[in-house]
């Protein structure tokens, strides 16, 4: 039962706005004035990198040379979209964030289906082993993924099949294919997927299940009409999880892509790097065009990360 | 519409014995009410007949059909859970439609069948509603109508109203009562709520430690329990228990308590004699238990002296929280006492209604 003050706040927060002064809705209450200091500044600290990050890929390349980020501020009007232009247009970061998309989007869906099942079986089903065998699986989580790189890579030189792909580009499977770096990213995202959603599955209520096995559902159809509903938050955290992993993964494209055609942007500013170590401007851009994404995934989805991760911890 | 029986049912897990040798034939129509303490394995037989446990010995039918290996759904039975179970991301109207849609029964027929038993519980307004924007109360009855719209054999309820508040579960075991002799099919109740029971069985069984105690309907188990366990356990307050050793002579038979001492009744007499001079336990509910004052006049009445130690005023009665030579008992009062804590106060024993028990074997002693 809420408070009766706490539902009232709710309800009607337009009428008891009307008898409070303006600046007690907007500033916390004294007491806990400091925290909100802190955790202001804490916020403001880490978002400067950023967001000078973002004011200098719009400055003129000379002006970043000359003079601090900061100035751009005080003599705005400057701006320009060049260095976006140069880098989308000549650099290959087009491709590149084509690639990016090609290798994130069904690495991300392969995880969820996959994980999925399996956390229902893990969760639901009575099988010999099904503990050891989750064990397992939880296991692997402590597993570098480093130390697969060399295994894998010599386990793809092996399995090449060397059979241009149409439209996509890149080899059929093995090295130098999109297939094997779905399977890659899909294996290494597993154990951690497998983990937060059978965790997820095994909190909601047994009755529902017996409840639906009554009614007449097989395991399937428990499956896909309690348990995928019920789960979306916590299959919108995982997505999200496995999304950002995978746009942002330079090492395993790095190791398992030998081909600058099919290189995701990770690897793409990597080697603008080298090659622009000193005309910075076009790396701010390009790190701006290959966060925009996840920011805004982020931004949209932000809601189900906070349920998703307290998925299990809190009931009902 | 089918009969229930459960032939020599064990289920054991692990080694611990949940049911043990549960034997108990259930026809058609029945309103059986499957009452004992938790643990008792009340809920565990419910199970086995829901076909959510495996058996481990022995065999249930519904009707002539042997069902030990039948799937849960083809059991043709509808289960009312106590925590409800209704499907949280569904409308109600889903959630009662749900079994019926996945026996792909047709829609104009699903749509008529909810309607109907939404009608009968009084819930139309509430099709469009998610469970969580309903009050315990009404989620309850969308569990109801969700076995409802099944049309199954047999309806198995685990402890319904324990999530219920007093009121509301007084006026739901009203209409599951009514829901009963509408519907006239087989009802299973499971409740660890004796007042429940006896409010609406035609026959209770009682259960303890996975052994069924005694079956029959619910005035023959209050008048004449089988054990101390039944007679205990049937009945609010429950009944007074004395270690009493059977003295005097065949003739005339006594019951003594060291605090007081009673005569047996002539018709008793003959199943008390062969304990004579060995100890027996002497039971008596506590409405048999009478001020001095305001004793009904045509009672074989036995009178005791007992101090007050707590009066409870029910308005219709009171309780009065008794002690005699150490041994507190409960007596169910006229209204019109006047007892206060700390008096002494003469109470009757109506010996029309005593019990006597074997300390040994707990059971009835009887001829």
């Known amino acids: ?316 | 519409m089918a009969s229930v029986t459960f032939d020599h049912v064990t289920k054991r897990f692990d080694g611990v014995v949940a049911v043990d040798d549960l034997t108990l034939e259930i026809p058609d129509r029945e309103f059986l009410v499957l009452v004992g303490p938790s643990g008792s394995g009340k809920s565990t037989a419910l199970r086995l007949l829901a076909g959510l446990e495996e058996i481990t010995e022995g065999d249930i039918y519904i009707g002539d059909r042997r069902v030990n290996n039948v799937a849960a759904k083809d059991r043709d039975i509808a289960m009312v859970f106590q925590s409800y179970a209704l499907y949280p991301h569904m409308s109600v109207y889903d959630n009662m439609a749900f079994g019926l849609s996945l026996r792909k029964v047709p829609k104009e027929e699903i749509r008529s069948r909810v309607y109907e038993a939404a009608q009968i519980l009084g819930i139309e307004e509430l099709l469009d509603r998610k469970p969580r924007q309903l009050s315990g109360g009404q989620r309850q009855r969308v569990a109801l109508g969700r076995a409802i719209v099944r049309h199954p054999a047999v309806f198995l309820f685990d402890e319904p109203l324990s999530n219920l508040d007093a009121k509301l579960r007084v006026q739901t075991r009203a209409e599951i009562s009514k829901l009963h002799l509408r519907l006239g099919t087989t009802f299973i109740y499971v409740t660890h709520d004796q007042v429940e029971a006896m409010t609406m069985a035609t026959r209770i069984a009682v259960m303890n430690y996975g052994a069924l105690q005694q079956v029959g309907p619910p005035q023959e188990l209050y008048d004449h329990p089988r054990n101390m366990f039944v007679a205990g356990f049937i009945g609010s307050p429950a009944m007074n228990f004395f270690d009493v050793r059977v003295t005097g002579e065949r003739e005339a038979l006594e019951l003594d308590a060291g605090a007081f001492r009673v005569p047996v009744p002539p018709d008793r007499a003959p199943a008390l004699a062969p304990y004579l001079g060995k100890q027996v336990v002497f039971g008596i509910r506590p409405e048999n238990i009478h001020d001095r004052a305001f004793q009904p006049p045509d009672i074989r009445g036995a009178p005791v002296t007992a101090t007050v130690e707590v009066t409870e005023l029910m308005g219709n009665e009171i309780f009065l929280h008794l002690v005699t030579d150490g041994r507190p008992f409960l007596a169910r009062v006229d209204p019109r006492t006047r007892a206060q804590p700390g008096q002494r106060m003469d109470v009757v024993f109506n010996l029309d209604r005593m019990h006597a028990f074997d300390p040994e074997t707990e059971l009835t002693i009887t001829d």
């Open chain 1, 1 to 316: 039962m809420p408070a009766p003050g706490s539902t009232v706040r709710k309800d009607i927060p337009a009428a008891s706005g009307a008898k409070t002064a303006w600046w007690k809705q907007v500033l916390p209450p004294p007491r806990r004035l400091p925290l909100h200091a802190a955790v202001i500044a804490l916020a403001v600290l880490w978002s400067v990198p950023t967001i000078a990050l973002l004011v200098s890929s719009f400055r003129e390349p000379a002006a970043i040379s000359v003079s601090g980020w900061w100035n751009a501020l005080t003599n705005p009007w400057q701006f320009t979209l060049s260095n976006y232009d140069t880098v989308l247009q000549n650099r290959g970061m087009g491709r590149a964030f084509l690639n990016t998309v090609i290798l994130t989007v069904p690495s991300t869906v392969l995880v969820i289906l996959v994980a999925a099942l399996a956390a229902y079986a893990f969760a639901w089903m009575q099988f010999p082993a099904r503990n050891v065998l989750f064990l397992f699986v939880v296991a692997l989580l402590v597993v570098p993924l480093q130390m697969t790189l060399i295994p894998v890579l010599r386990l793809y030189t092996e399995l090449r099949v060397d059979v241009e792909l149409p439209l996509l580009g890149g080899s059929l499977f093995g090295v130098n294919s999109f297939a094997g770096m779905w399977l890659a990213h899909t294996a290494y995202g597993l154990p951690f997927a497998v983990f937060l959603l059978r965790n997820f599955f095994g909190s909601l209520p047994r009755d529902l299940f017996e409840s639906a096995y009554l009614d007449g559902a097989s395991d399937l159809q428990v499956f896909t009409r309690i348990v995928l509903p019920l789960a979306a938050p916590a299959i919108a955290a995982l997505a999200i999880f496995q999304f950002l992993w995978v746009w942002n993964d330079l090492l395993v494209a790095l190791v398992l892509l030998g081909d600058p055609a099919l290189f995701p942007m990770t690897v793409q500013i990597q080697s603008l790097v080298s090659s622009f170590g000193q005309n910075y401007q076009v790396l701010t851009a390009a790190a701006f065009v290959s966060m925009a994404v996840p920011l805004l995934v982020f931004f949209l989805l932000q809601r189900y990360i906070v349920q998703g991760i307290l998925a299990g911890a809190v009931k009902g």
